[in-house]
């Protein structure tokens, strides 16, 4: 590896670069950047100091990492679908023929007994430890040497969020050398130039390679040796230019992935070009443009090429081609807090002038715009997962699977609001996809019908995770927290189509295994037992308990829009007198003796509040529960319970598991709660964010895109909520956005809304019908009643 010369000198690496912060490569207050800022998006002669701070780009379903060194680059190539084949499927444990002695336990106070059972369940059918999801993982990588350079001045690297680019540029000499990627939406294909603006000739060399692999996960119980699950890994490269790249896993079993192939295809325009057994090697090129595919194999034996012809089309046609889709759907939706014109500062920068406490409406407006590039980036066939598409190790964190209790919810949540429903429609399809796992689960796990959705996923919808004090077996909020995201989308796209084929059978098989579960207490009320809010247990109690909040919040959320598709005349059932007789018959919130929202439903528990997660608000997390309008003083008690988690937060900068952030600010600006949601504003982006845009599940690390999409949607919930029949204007505005405008928030009255505001009051407001629509408009104590037929729009002067 070449090292910069002079005070310049810098060594990079894949996962660390050996820095010291007053001597980056180039002057970094000179901003002589050699890429100039774009509109949307960043420059920064700041290098990465560790993978965490690459440019990312995506296309959804394949993308790259860019570390971005002029001398020794890397790009970490990545597959939405690479899930590593590591934990072949278990036979379910059989918890059915338990459930009562569970359930006996647990009412007399021995739920470490209770939980005991489920763990012989367990071993009685094998699993004697924790087992997890099947990790995401990269692909490889591919390592561009930069020859015959032995300097860099001027270094330069940013990220283009409109058109998806990422960029790279340094000067050598009188030289200025650029490497452009993106991932292409259009073609498929991920796509680096390599050209120089001064004309200079270009020298470098080529190959793909398997990133080194560590043995042990990031923070997790989970190790393994490579040898263990890839049997053969073939590298080679031709004398045309093309690299391949074939990795052949050693565990299989039916509808695996068996393996992948990335092939390169190098076209040097001029200079010469050979080989060695791993390099390609380009000499005095004019420039260099390269094409790279990902194929995954679920078949033997494993495609050993990707089956596709090269594109000869230009990098500037090909970027033209993906920036006319990526474009239009970063920009539906857009959001200016401040309206004096600044001059540029690269993210390092703005993160440092920003502080709690003090937070600044610019970058607020900067990482909504990064937020929602990753957003846009990552999603695909599938959905985000928790490290959206790319990772820089072969054992990420948690797996960077779909853990479906808090995080995919988080990092899908401004998927309606914000005019980007791609995402919430790939969630939907991905668990839609999932329903006969999730009918075995049901079944094997309970003896029941219907369906059963786990805590998390990955490859497989059946997956049993779960430990002693982790009984997530027992968490059944999977179920309507996904229906909820089924029923929302049809609310705000009105798909009619979907709403019959797709939404109803979910929620009604949901349902099913509700009815099944439920148990009645001596009271004759409904009980859920046993039952689980996520990674916490009451004081001095074991996690297996009775009545989560979050359980029973889950089922009276899904009972109501069961009943509304019922009485709206879009469901023809006979259960409608079974489920208002469940509805009106669950248990009602609860308050403490601290006037704080319980967390469980029962006497005898009692909040842990030094806790990350703020499940029990899931009652305010979209649409508020009915019961807190009827009950005022739940409203109350919920201020007080966000206010409880926030003084654990408060200690720690933030705190571990920044979407717990999202959920607590999410429940304040619905209920007009603006201190808090500010507050939790304030955190998510002063605590979380990398100086290359990149976002972290706690402070400073854990690669994480949670609050990708959590951020934007907890600022548009405080500027424009929705339900079926009315938009309430700036419901939670705080005092330091006085003035703003947002532009393209859907909402569930189906139609697309722009606000400008001054003096905290709403200025003008332009509406779009999506379809036809009556609604009425609030703000305060005015109100205007709107009607539209599709297509049609109207600007409200305030």
Known sequence: ???????????????????????????????????????????TQRPASKWEESMLTGNGTIGAMVIGDPLNDRLI????????????????????????????????????EASAEMIKAGEDVGIDDMIWTNPLVPACQLEIVTENVDSVDRYTRGVNFETGETMVAWQTGRNIYERRVFSSRADSVIVMKISSPTNSKISTKLRLVQLP????????????????????????????????????????????????????????????????????????????????????????????????????????????????????????????????????????????????????????????????????????ELPPTLQGIWGGTWLPAWS????????????????????????????????????????????????????????????????????????????????????????????????????????????????????????????????IIPSYSPEVAPINEHPLAINATMDIAGLKQLLRNLLTLAKQGHLETDR???????????????????????????????????????????????????EFILRPELKQAAITAIENRMKYRRERGGAEMAFGLVQKGLAAAHIGDTEHAYECVDYLCNSYWSPAFTSYHDPGEIFNIDISGGLPAVVTEMIVQSSSSEVVLLPALPAEWPKGEIVGVQTRTGVTIDITWNQSKPESAYILANRNTTFKIHFKHRSWDIALKKDQSILLEM
Request: proline letters at 4%; hydrophobic letters at 35%; glycine letters at 6%.
């Open 1 to 43: 590896m070449k090292l910069f010369k002079a005070a310049c000198i810098f060594l990079f690496s894949l996962f660390s670069c050996t820095s010291d912060k007053t001597n980056h490569v180039g002057l970094l207050g000179s901003r002589e950047f050699l890429i100039s800022p774009p509109e949307h998006g960043f420059v």
């Open 77 to 112: 190539l990545s597959h939405e679908k690479l899930f590593l084949p590591l934990y072949p499927p278990y036979p379910a444990p059989d918890l059915g023929s338990r459930l009562e002695t569970i359930r006996g336990l647990i009412l007399q106070g021995k739920s470490e």
């Open 213 to 380: 692999v560590d043995n042990k996960g990031n923070g997790e119980e989970q190790e393994f040796a490579f040898s263990d699950v890839v049997e053969e890994v073939i590298a080679s490269v031709s004398a045309e230019g093309k690299l391949k790249y074939v990795t052949k896993f050693r565990k299989k079993w039916d509808g695996s992935l068996k393996g992948f192939v990335v092939e390169t295809q190098i076209q040097a325009d001029g200079g010469t070009v050979n080989t060695d057994d791993v390099w390609f090697k380009v000499e005095d090129a004019k420039s260099i443009t390269i094409f790279t595919r990902i194929v995954l194999s679920y078949d033997l034996p494993v495609a050993m090429q990707t089956g596709k012809g090269w594109l000869n089309d230009s990098y500037e046609t090909l970027l033209d081609r993906h920036q006319e889709i990526h474009a239009e759907m970063f920009n539906r939706f857009s959001l200016k807090l401040t309206d004096e014109e600044r001059k540029y500062v690269p993210p390092e920068e703005l993160l440092t002038l920003s502080s709690i406490g003090n937070l600044k409406a610019e970058l607020v407006e900067q990482l909504c715009k990064a937020a929602r590039y990753i957003l846009i980036s990552s999603t695909g």
């Open 400 to 527: 960077s699977d779909f853990t479906l209790n808090g995080n995919v919810p988080s990092a899908i949540a401004s998927g309606l609001n914000t005019n980007l429903k791609e995402v919430t429609k790939a969630h939907i399809n991905y668990m839609y996809s999932m329903i006969d796992d999730f009918k075995a689960n049901a079944e094997e796990l309970f003896g029941a019908p219907g369906i059963f959705v786990p805590s998390r996923s990955s490859s497989s919808g059946s997956t049993y995770h779960y430990g002693d004090f982790y009984p997530h077996l027992f968490w059944f909020t999977g179920n309507s927290w996904t229906s909820h995201f089924f029923y929302d989308y049809w609310q705000y796209t009105g798909d009619e189509r979907f709403l019959n084929e797709k939404a109803i059978p979910f929620m009604l098989a949901s349902m099913d295994f509700y009815e099944f579960i439920l148990t009645k207490g001596d009271n004759g009320k409904y009980m």
């Open 576 to 626: 409608v007198a079974k489920w208002n007789a469940i509805l009106h018959n669950l248990p009602a919130y609860e308050i403490d003796e601290g006037g704080d929202l319980k967390e469980w439903i029962w006497p005898t528990y009692h909040n842990e509040n030094s806790h990350r997660h703020a499940s029990h608000l899931y009652p305010l997390f979209y649409e508020v529960d009915p």
